[in-house]
C-alpha cells in the first residue's frame, strides 16, 4: 500500500457523487477502498506502542466500551498517505458546505496549510487513531472536537470483516435539526470500506433557508468477535 497507489485510487473515487451523497443524506460510502491484507497490516499496527502518542479506555471516561490509540507523528505511511490524500479531495465539499451555511470561512487546498492553521492556534497533536471494539464494545454518540480549529468532514475506515470477525458494531449517525426529532441511522460498513461524514454539522434545507444540522457519530454494541477500524480527523488536537 504504496502512498502512489493510495492517490491512485483516491482519484478515481466519483467525488462529484460521494459529495451529492454527503448533500443529500450526510454521509457517503466508498464501497471496499482497501484489501483484506492492507487491513490486516493497519490492525497489525495496534499493538506497536511507539508509533501511538496516547491510548483512551473508553469506559473510562464514559465514552463507551473499547478502546483507541492516536497515532504519534510521524504518522505511519499509509495513514499519513490517506489523510494527505483525501484532504484535496474534501476541501472543496467543506467550502460548499460553508457557504451553504453562510459560514465566511474556507478551507485551503492542501492539507499542509490547513495545519499550519491548527499550529497556529495551538493544535498540534495529530488527530488519525486506531479503534478496537470487542464483544459488548461500543462508541456513544460523540463529536471529534479538538479545539476552536476543526475541519467540517472526516473518515472512519472498517478494518475488520462483518459476519466473520465480528457481529453487531454498525457504525451509527445521528442528525439533529432544529425543532426536529433526532434522525438517526446504522450503516453496516464492509471490510476496506470508508465513510465520510460530516465531523459538527451540516447544511439541511429550511422553510427560510439553510439550517445547521448537528451531527454526531458512533458504533453500536459488538454482539461477538472484535472490530478494528482506521480514523482519520483532519484537524489537529490542541
Request: aromatic content about 10%; glycine content about 10%.
Amino acid at each position: 500500500m504504496t502512498t502512489t497507489d493510495i492517490a491512485k485510487r483516491l482519484a478515481a473515487l466519483d467525488w462529484p457523487a460521494l459529495g451529492c451523497a454527503i448533500a443529500e443524506f450526510g454521509y457517503a460510502r466508498s464501497g471496499p477502498f482497501l484489501d483484506g491484507a492492507e487491513c490486516a497490516e493497519l490492525i497489525s499496527l495496534y499493538v506497536e506502542d511507539a508509533l501511538f502518542r496516547r491510548t483512551i479506555d473508553m469506559a473510562r471516561f464514559r465514552f463507551g466500551e473499547g478502546e483507541y490509540r492516536y497515532f504519534a507523528d510521524p504518522l505511519p505511511e499509509p495513514v499519513r498517505a490517506l489523510r494527505h490524500g483525501l484532504y484535496p479531495h474534501l476541501a472543496p465539499i467543506a467550502n460548499e458546505m460553508m457557504a451553504a451555511l453562510r459560514r465566511a470561512h474556507r478551507y485551503p487546498a492542501q492539507l499542509d496549510d490547513f495545519l499550519g492553521h491548527c499550529h497556529a492556534a495551538g493544535q498540534a497533536r495529530p488527530t488519525p487513531l486506531l479503534l478496537r471494539y470487542r464483544a459488548g464494545g461500543f462508541n456513544c454518540l460523540h463529536r471529534d472536537l479538538y479545539g476552536e480549529v476543526l475541519f467540517p468532514l472526516q473518515a472512519t475506515l472498517c478494518l475488520s470483516r462483518p459476519g466473520q470477525d465480528y457481529d453487531g458494531g454498525a457504525f451509527l449517525l445521528a442528525e439533529g435539526r432544529p425543532r426536529q426529532q433526532t434522525r438517526a441511522e446504522a450503516i453496516d460498513l464492509r471490510q476496506g470500506e470508508m465513510i465520510l461524514f460530516p465531523t459538527a454539522d451540516r447544511p439541511v434545507a429550511g422553510a427560510r433557508g439553510p439550517l445547521a444540522a448537528a451531527m454526531r457519530h458512533g458504533v453500536s454494541r459488538l454482539a461477538r468477535g472484535e472490530r478494528y477500524a482506521l480514523g482519520i480527523i483532519f484537524h489537529d488536537a490542541a
